[in-house]
């Protein structure tokens, strides 16, 4: 691929993939396709084919996984330099996943690209994925450093890769899943490193954990961002608390219309893929909400509650009372089937460093004792980590 730079790349952008270093130059020169599918493995890959299906006026589809168009056809071009539209592939992590197609500018839609002198991000998320499709366009127009691992989270080097390269690269700006963030906390030790800002995105944000951030990070901007590759990027939290201000539901930020029907966040966004809404504009995000005070915070997914005996449990929500008791690092609840309850759920825990696991063993049930019977893990497990998926999230797959 030729030609000139693109508006969204700043001329002092920089990608250190790997070894591998990469300008404007380096990524024109990459062969890829202008327009069609792209294998979205690296984002070397991934921001060259961008560049080549805009100029071409061509839709792009980024595949996870394998390259594999699965019937798919690209839209009719606007003409050269009129635009194009991106077809993303969700992570499937409750299931199946899917295609949604974004306009370009819609998909940029609340990036704001801001200069910061000697800004340094770290790729945390799939390249594929929106969310790190998001971090490595914010760097690109902010003519930020942007420092990748082959493999991301999954690879070879796999969370302890990522915390070496950042040590490596000093970085500044960091984005992750609240999953990657807690075993990156555990692979960074007492390693120092001079955040400026400490992004979570993909899944709900506990409180536990952003106390953590604070207070290992004093000196960074902290939030947690709402986005899904359906509705797009719909808000940020930057208050240091857990879910959002229930205020949000008569006046949301950003263009946004939000409401509660049946416990489920609904949703009317300016950035939302177009053709998934309702006729007036309302699209289901199947996350559950529960009000707590002035606050509305995130129960699990609607698509990921299991039945255990005729009740409906959300795994995520045992997960946030697990993931509060001292001593605990991580933890996951999982849904295992069960020939006389349909399910059951497990529990595994990582340990913090120095924890009495008697002790810890305790607490954890004690935590969970005023559940009802059904939402009570029947299991508990310690391990030294828990595996994430290359979008950094902990599989949900096989909820009923």
Same mark, same amino acid.
């Given at each position: 691929?030729?030609?000139?730079?693109?508006?969204?790349?700043?001329? /002092?952008?920089?990608?250190?993939?790997?070894?591998?270093?990469? #300008?404007?130059?380096?990524? &024109? +020169? $990459? %062969?890829?396709? !202008?327009?069609?599918?792209?294998?979205?493995?690296?984002?070397?890959?991934?921001?060259?084919?961008?560049?080549?299906?805009?100029?071409?006026?061509?839709?792009?589809?980024?595949?996870?996984?394998?390259?594999?168009?699965?019937?798919?056809?690209?839209?009719?071009?606007?003409?050269?330099?009129?635009?194009?539209?991106?077809?993303?592939?969700?992570?499937?992590?409750?299931?199946?996943?899917?295609r949604l197609r974004h306009e370009f500018d819609r998909l940029r839609g609340r990036l704001r690209g801001v200069e910061e002198e000697g800004a340094r991000w770290l790729l945390t998320y799939d390249p594929g994925?929106?969310?790190?499709?998001?971090?490595?366009?914010?760097?690109?127009?902010?003519? /930020?450093?942007?420092?990748?691992?082959?493999?991301?989270?999954? #690879?070879?080097?796999?969370? &302890? +890769? $990522? %915390?070496?390269? !950042?040590?490596?690269?000093?970085?500044?700006?960091?984005?992750?899943?609240?999953?990657?963030?807690?075993?990156?906390?555990?692979?960074?030790?007492?390693?120092?490193?001079?955040?400026?800002?400490?992004?979570?995105?993909?899944?709900?944000?506990?409180?536990?954990?952003?106390?953590?951030?604070?207070?290992?990070?004093?000196?960074?901007?902290?939030?947690?961002?709402?986005?899904?590759?359906?509705?797009?990027?719909?808000?940020?939290?930057?208050?240091?608390?857990?879910?959002?201000?229930?205020?949000?539901?008569?006046?949301?930020?950003?263009?946004?219309?939000?409401?509660?029907?049946?416990?489920?966040?609904?949703?009317?966004?300016?950035?939302?893929?177009?053709?998934?809404?309702?006729?007036?504009?309302?699209?289901?995000?199947?996350?559950?909400?529960?009000?707590? +005070?002035?606050?509305?915070?995130?129960?699990?997914?609607?698509?990921?509650?299991?039945?255990?005996?005729?009740?409906?449990?959300?795994?995520?929500?045992?997960?946030?009372?697990?993931?509060?008791?001292?001593?605990?690092?991580?933890?996951?609840?999982?849904?295992?089937?069960?020939?006389?309850?349909?399910?059951?759920?497990?529990?595994?825990?990582?340990?913090?460093?120095?924890?009495?696991?008697?002790?810890?063993?305790?607490?954890?049930?004690?935590?969970?004792?005023?559940?009802?019977?059904?939402?009570?893990?029947?299991?508990?497990?310690?391990?030294?980590?828990?595996?994430?998926?290359?979008?950094?999230?902990?599989?949900?797959?096989?909820?009923?």
């Amino acid at each position: 691929m030729t030609g000139c730079r693109p508006a969204w790349i700043h001329p /002092a952008f920089r990608l250190i993939e790997g070894e591998d270093l990469f #300008g404007w130059p380096e990524l &024109a +020169g $990459l %062969a890829v396709p !202008a327009g069609g599918v792209v294998l979205a493995d690296r984002p070397s890959r991934v921001l060259a084919a961008l560049a080549a299906a805009e100029a071409a006026g061509q839709g792009l589809l980024l595949a996870r996984g394998a390259a594999d168009p699965g019937g798919w056809q690209p839209g009719q071009g606007q003409g050269q330099g009129q635009g194009f539209s991106v077809t993303l592939e969700s992570s499937g992590t409750t299931g199946t996943p899917k295609r949604l197609r974004h306009e370009f500018d819609r998909l940029r839609g609340r990036l704001r690209g801001v200069e910061e002198e000697g800004a340094r991000w770290l790729l945390t998320y799939d390249p594929g994925a929106f969310a790190g499709l998001q971090v490595m366009l914010t760097a690109a127009a902010a003519g /930020a450093q942007l420092v990748a691992v082959p493999g991301g989270a999954s #690879g070879g080097g796999g969370i &302890a +890769g $990522l %915390a070496e390269a !950042a040590r490596r690269h000093a970085v500044t700006h960091v984005s992750g899943t609240p999953s990657f963030w807690r075993a990156f906390l555990m692979a960074l030790g007492d390693a120092g490193l001079p955040l400026r800002a400490v992004t979570l995105g993909g899944e709900a944000a506990d409180q536990p954990l952003l106390d953590r951030l604070a207070e290992r990070f004093p000196g960074a901007r902290l939030r947690h961002i709402y986005a899904s590759t359906e509705a797009g990027a719909l808000f940020a939290v930057a208050d240091g608390r857990a879910g959002f201000p229930a205020a949000w539901l008569d006046d949301a930020p950003d263009g946004l219309s939000l409401r509660i029907v049946d416990g489920v966040l609904e949703v009317r966004s300016p950035r939302a893929a177009p053709g998934i809404a309702d006729a007036d504009g309302w699209l289901s995000t199947g996350d559950l909400v529960e009000r707590q +005070g002035d606050r509305l915070l995130f129960a699990g997914r609607l698509d990921g509650l299991v039945n255990v005996g005729g009740v409906k449990v959300s795994p995520e929500a045992v997960e946030r009372l697990l993931l509060a008791v001292g001593g605990v690092a991580e933890a996951a609840v999982s849904a295992l089937p069960s020939p006389i309850t349909g399910h059951l759920l497990t529990a595994t825990i990582v340990p913090a460093a120095g924890s009495d696991l008697e002790v810890l063993r305790v607490a954890l049930r004690a935590a969970t004792a005023d559940l009802p019977p059904a939402a009570r893990p029947r299991a508990l497990t310690f391990a030294d980590h828990i595996p994430l998926s290359a979008a950094g999230k902990k599989s949900r797959k096989g909820a009923a």
